[in-house]
C-alpha cells in the first residue's frame, strides 16, 4: 500500500510541477474528458450540466464540484490520483487525468 501511495504523490507533483495551470490545460482535451467521465463516473456523479441520468445524491455533480471556491485543477488531481471512499480506484493516465480536470474546470461558472 506504501508503494501505491508513493506513486500517487509522484504523479500528483508531475502534474504540479509540470508548469502553470493554463499551460496544464491547454494540453488537456476537455471534450474528451467528458467523453471519458459519461464512461467514467456517471456510475456515480452527474457529469453533464442538466443530465437526467440519476445519481447519488450525497455525491456531487461535476457542476457543483466546478462551483466550488477551493477548487483547483491541483485539488482536482489530487482528489482522482489517490481516490476516496466510496470512489472507485480508476487507473487512469496523467492524460487521462488532466482531460477529466480539464472538463471539469470549464464547468466552473463565470465570476
Known amino acids: 500500500m506504501k508503494t501505491k501511495s508513493a506513486v500517487a504523490i509522484v ?3 508531475a502534474i504540479a510541477a509540470a508548469g502553470p495551470t493554463s499551460a496544464q490545460m491547454g494540453l488537456a482535451d476537455a471534450k474528451r474528458g467528458q467523453e471519458l467521465a459519461a464512461r467514467l463516473c456517471s456510475g456515480c456523479h452527474i457529469v453533464s450540466p442538466g ?3 440519476t445519481a447519488n445524491p450525497d455525491i456531487p455533480t461535476f457542476a457543483a464540484i466546478a462551483a466550488r471556491a477551493d477548487t483547483t485543477p491541483e485539488r482536482l488531481a489530487g482528489r482522482i ?21 480539464a472538463y471539469i474546470v470549464n464547468l466552473k461558472p463565470s465570476r
Open 51 to 53: 443530465s437526467a441520468a
Open 81 to 101: 490520483i489517490v481516490p476516496h471512499p466510496p470512489m472507485p480506484n480508476t487507473q487512469l493516465t496523467m492524460a487521462e487525468i488532466r482531460d477529466i480536470i
Open 11 to 13: 504523479v500528483f507533483w
